[in-house]
């Protein structure tokens, strides 16, 4: 026998945590530890079981789970504080760049190498393959 058909069930954000999938989608979390502990206290076991992986770690993190942070009071304080943080850096007019390049700011730039490790948790050509987390 063999299996024809899977269905994945990914977690649901809640709306006042939205914000936490568009952060793990970029590598700004790789450098900054307070998304990193912000997911960690959600769930520490799974955030150890996906490498430490945010990206991992939010699909697998339990819908309640979710539902509870996003009503914590606390939890949400520091999930502010994030996404402040974030949006700040994504809004940057003061960076290199623009500094540098001003009449290049609406050019897109791609950077592509196997071999670049940026984090640990994000496997690369010549890295080791992970197990999943099942």
Known sequence: MYLFNKIIVNPQLPKRIEKLSQI???LWWSWN???LKLLKKMDRDLWEQSDKNPVKFLKHVSQERLEDVSKDLNF???YDKVVENFEGYMNSKSTWFNRKY???KNDLIAYF???YGVDETIPIYS???RNSIR
């Open 102 to 104: 001003p009449e290049n």
């Open 33 to 35: 530890t307070e998304f």
């Open 113 to 115: 190498s196997a071999e």
């Open 76 to 78: 949400l304080k520091e």
């Open 24 to 26: 793990a989608d970029n």
């Open 127 to 129: 890295g080791r393959i």
